[in-house]
């Protein structure tokens, strides 16, 4: 064993022991014992950090480099154009407090020609690894940017062992949404905001009707949201509704930015 080797042994030794136990061994000659003597230190175990430092650091130093890597092939050229750095928050946005409009989103993003931007490749293929069908739509919205990390990274993969259907890929997933709203999808605008702010504002709706509203609003119309959204701020804030109807109203506009971010050029 060499010296340095021999030393850094014993220091460890001491470390296991303690420096209130055992002083730390005396630098050998050359390099660490000049550390020492040029920059003493007070306390047994400010020398002892100190020279643990200053071992680590030659020790690293006298690595060996190991053979040269074969080079990377970049990925396959992918001429779609990347999604908008507004895109991009949106995601983050969309993500942490309505999830519920991410399928919608991924879709539109391919509709539209586009191809997510570098930097959320792999939080979208780790997002959703166990999700084959999801796996498949980020996969699609990465390109071959996507497919190449896979490759380099398999743990990026679907886990799942079963391929999605392109059907269930293309098409974005049903939602529970109760028969009275569910005619209401493909009415005019000021009909479903009447409905909906009117429905808050009479109580007629309610918070136990969160979940289907929340769907309600991620499936109807985009023509629909900002009208929508108008109406809900206009909700009695007397209402014991009234945190439901800007917390959709939130949903609405977010929604409405996600696709119009994207269809824009």
Known sequence: MNAVGGYWNDMVTVALLGTDRREPPVPPPGTFADLAADDPRATPSQRMLQQVAAVAVAQRAGVQPGPVAAPLSPPADDGRPVTPPSATATWHR????????????LLTVVATGRRVAPELVVPL???HRTDATRHARALLATGSLGRWTVGLSPRLGSSSKKAPSPEAVACLPELA???????LLGAPASEVARAV????????????HRAVLVNFVARVS?????????????????QSSIGLAF????????RHRALTELEST
């Open 94 to 105: 969309i993500v942490r407090e309505w999830p519920v409009l991410e399928d919608e989103w």
């Open 125 to 127: 293929l780790t997002r």
């Open 177 to 183: 949404i109760m028969p009275e709203l569910a005619a």
């Open 197 to 208: 702010a009117g429905g808050l504002d009479s109580t007629q709706l309610g918070t136990t």
């Open 222 to 238: 985009v023509d629909t949201l900002a009208p929508l959204a108008r109406a809900l701020d206009r909700v009695d804030p007397a």
């Open 247 to 254: 917390a959709l109203a939130d949903l609405a506009r977010l």
